[in-house]
């Protein structure tokens, strides 16, 4: 009896070490995140028949004009001998009015499950691109978040965060501070490779004080059956299908002295299938901001007639003490466009302050000042300003991390 006794205890204990091990193997975490905040824009486009040139303020309740609000879930399992398995299910939504953003997906900000190990890192299945990455690094999207995207070729260099579906990513493991990439979207048409795929390159280093890093993108245009892999950078009824809809290149680094950090972006962005646009073969007309509708076409960030863009970004962060941090960014961004000389121009500065309540929530407040010359504004946030050559934006917001 005692030898049955001994022998239900051995095997009860057993039971237990066992389970905890594959709870201590296996780990699931919810997390997200709350950005609203109070935001006001000038001069926002408020078009009539009696007045096409009309403008006006607007004071609101914005969500995410630092960081999109999110939720996800992420899990790692270790597989034993160095190898995880994982698992990211992100979705975004509005903080002011509860909707699911990216289209209404559930988890339209990440889907993707995948392996980590000694060779590195695979995913498959829908995610942001290495560009993001670089931005993140680099480029004032950091501080500024979205009062920055319509500057950046109204975001079509990927700064703010841009998706493909079906894709196969790889990352290498860190080594020394160096990274590396290489992503694969699918088209998925049958009986065509190239039709709606994307391709995505990249490398980083950031080891101390120092950082620097590059990222390409490319995507091909695909069918109505088949969209392209690249969720929004190619413009329907320009092209054929399997042609190159988009080209982006971006290098960034960053330097770390003291309170300060100095950073820097370039990206150059090529819409080959611009010159498919409308009748841009006898389109040899200057700017003129005539009306509201033409930014929707020509003379216009990420318009039809754009073919080639530079943005250039800088900035400068001061960690004043604990929880202050005082932020500053100029950006420049040129343009040119199928069919005439004409070079279009922005330019912004950014100026902002941090005040971290905690570790987990912060209060933010920003200005901006957009500038237009020879093209038609994109607005900062709220609106575009259409035909006029200037915006002003202000905000005051809080974050809360979970």
């Given at each position: 009896m005692k030898k049955s006794l001994i022998a239900l205890s051995v095997l009860g204990a057993c039971a237990i070490t066992t389970t905890n091990i594959a709870q201590a193997q296996s780990s699931v975490t919810i997390y997200g995140l709350i950005d609203t905040s109070i935001s006001y824009n000038n001069k926002i486009a408020t078009p009539s028949a009696d007045a096409p040139r009309a403008t006006g303020s607007k004071l609101g309740v914005d969500s995410g004009d630092l960081q999109q609000s999110r939720f996800g879930f992420k899990g790692v399992e270790d597989l034993g001998g160095g190898m995880k398995a994982l698992f990211i299910l992100e979705g975004g939504f509005s903080g002011t009015t509860g909707a699911s953003t990216q289209g209404g997906l559930l988890f339209g900000?990440?889907?993707?499950?995948?392996?980590?190990?000694?060779?590195?890192?695979?995913?498959?299945?829908?995610?942001?691109?290495?560009?993001?990455?670089?931005?993140?690094?680099?480029?004032?999207?950091?501080?500024?978040?979205?009062?920055?995207?319509?500057?950046?070729?109204?975001?079509?260099?990927?700064?703010g965060g841009n998706r493909a579906n079906n894709q196969i990513r790889y990352d290498t493991k860190n080594i020394a501070g160096f990274t590396a990439n290489a992503t694969y979207g699918f088209g998925e048409a049958a009986g065509s490779t190239s039709s709606g795929q994307s391709i995505g390159l990249g490398a980083n280093y950031d080891n101390g004080p120092f950082g620097i890093g590059f990222g390409y993108w490319q995507s091909k245009l695909g069918s109505t059956a088949y969209p392209?892999?690249?969720?929004?950078?190619?413009?329907?009824?320009?092209?054929?299908?399997?042609?190159?809809?988009?080209?982006?290149?971006?290098?960034?680094?960053?330097?770390?002295?003291?309170?300060?950090?100095?950073?820097?972006?370039?990206?150059?962005?090529?819409?080959?299938?611009?010159?498919?646009?409308?009748?841009?073969?006898?389109?040899?007309?200057?700017?003129?901001?005539?009306?509201?509708?033409?930014?929707?076409?020509?003379?216009?960030?990420?318009?039809?007639?754009?073919?080639?863009?530079?943005?250039?970004?800088?900035?400068?962060?001061?960690?004043?003490?604990?929880?202050?941090?005082?932020?500053?960014?100029?950006?420049?961004?040129?343009?040119?466009?199928?069919?005439?000389?004409?070079?279009?121009?922005?330019?912004?500065?950014?100026?902002?302050?941090?005040?971290?309540?905690?570790?987990?929530?912060?209060?933010?407040?920003?200005?901006?000042?957009?500038?237009?010359?020879?093209?038609?504004?994109?607005?900062?946030?709220?609106?575009?300003?259409?035909?006029?050559?200037?915006?002003?934006?202000?905000?005051?917001?809080?974050?809360?991390?979970?």
């Open positions: 900000r990440t889907s993707v499950v995948g392996l980590s190990g000694g060779y590195g890192t695979v995913q498959l299945g829908r995610r942001k691109d290495f560009i993001d990455e670089i931005a993140t690094y680099y480029s004032s999207v950091y501080d500024f978040g979205l009062f920055i995207n319509g500057v950046h070729d109204n975001n079509l260099d990927r700064v392209s892999s690249d969720q929004g950078a190619c413009v329907a009824g320009h092209g054929k299908v399997g042609d190159t809809c988009i080209k982006t290149w971006m290098l960034g680094s960053s330097y770390k002295t003291g309170p300060f950090r100095i950073y820097g972006a370039w990206s150059k962005t090529m819409q080959p299938l611009a010159t498919f646009g409308g009748n841009t073969a006898s389109f040899d007309t200057k700017f003129t901001p005539g009306t509201i509708g033409a930014p929707t076409s020509y003379f216009s960030a990420a318009g039809a007639n754009n073919n080639s863009t530079n943005v250039f970004d800088l900035g400068l962060d001061y960690q004043l003490t604990g929880t202050w941090k005082l932020i500053t960014s100029v950006l420049q961004s040129r343009y040119s466009f199928v069919g005439t000389d004409t070079k279009g121009r922005l330019t912004q500065i950014n100026l902002g302050a941090d005040y971290a309540l905690s570790k987990r929530t912060d209060i933010y407040s920003y200005y901006a000042n957009l500038r237009a010359s020879n093209m038609y504004n994109p607005g900062i946030v709220g609106g575009a300003s259409g035909v006029a050559n200037t915006q002003n934006a202000i905000t005051l917001g809080i974050r809360h991390k979970f």
